[in-house]
């Protein structure tokens, strides 16, 4: 299968970039620097996802049988950069013919309000008490800016009219791929409060071939 990884040498993005070449798809990597992927066995497209060049998105996309996306804010200063950057990976899969999305959100975008959705549900329906009355209000506001690019930027893929998937794991850890994760389709996995980034790299992948998740969101926890 041809995928694109797009942020391919991030925290997710590179568990998807090593477990994709693994599996033996031919993988183009969309990257603010090549050089951090000298050597690998894949075809990389330099581009700055905060400031989209149309060419070299276009180019990345051209034949592509998935898109797989791990873009985030990583700092203050990189705010947007998931809502402009998937946009402009959308333009770019229609003006080359590429349908399907999978991308990474976060557990408690459900009910962070955006333009689309202002007035969202008060709590999810995967969570238990304690992300109900504490952890999900801690998280928004911990992580209000970068949750509320997440949003806009779900909202695009909303509007879209690709087969576009949505991950939302929990809170992120670095441990390896274990294979074994719980998954719930619109909604959160209850009692879900962390998952590795490895594992949440491995269900996108697999996402790709399931099309009861095409226009769905898709909760992931251990």
């Known amino acids: 299968m041809k995928l694109t990884i797009v942020a391919a040498t991030g925290g997710i993005g590179r568990h998807l ?9 031919d993988v183009t990597a969309l990257v603010r620097n090549p050089d951090r992927l000298a050597g690998l066995p894949v075809r990389v497209v330099a581009a700055d996802l905060a400031r989209p060049d149309p ?7 051209t034949g592509a049988d998935a898109v797989l996306s ?6 203050a200063a990189e705010a947007g950069v998931a809502r402009r950057g998937t946009q402009a990976v959308i333009e770019a899969m229609r003006e080359t013919g590429a349908r399907r999305i999978v991308v990474v959100s976060a557990a408690p975008i459900g009910t962070v309000p955006s333009p689309a959705r202002p007035n969202p549900p008060r709590h999810d329906p995967g969570d238990g008490f ?5 952890g999900a209000r801690f998280a928004r506001t911990a992580f209000r800016t970068h949750y509320a690019d997440l949003a806009r930027m779900e909202d695009v893929l909303r509007a879209s009219d690709l087969d576009w998937t949505i991950s939302r794991p929990p809170r992120l850890t670095d441990k390896p791929l274990t294979g074994r994760y719980r998954t719930a389709l619109d909604r959160n996995v ?4 962390t998952v590795p980034r490895a594992d ?7 996402l790709i ?5 095409v226009h769905r969101t898709v909760g992931i926890a251990t």
């Open 190 to 193: 209850r009692g879900g409060l």
């Open 55 to 61: 060419a070299a998105l276009r180019s990345a996309a």
């Open 17 to 25: 970039l090593d477990q994709a070449v693994a599996a033996g798809h």
């Open 209 to 213: 071939d399931q099309p009861e998740s």
């Open 70 to 75: 791990g873009l985030g804010a990583r700092t």
């Open 200 to 206: 949440v790299a491995h269900h996108m992948l697999a």
């Open 130 to 134: 304690f992300m109900r009355h504490l």
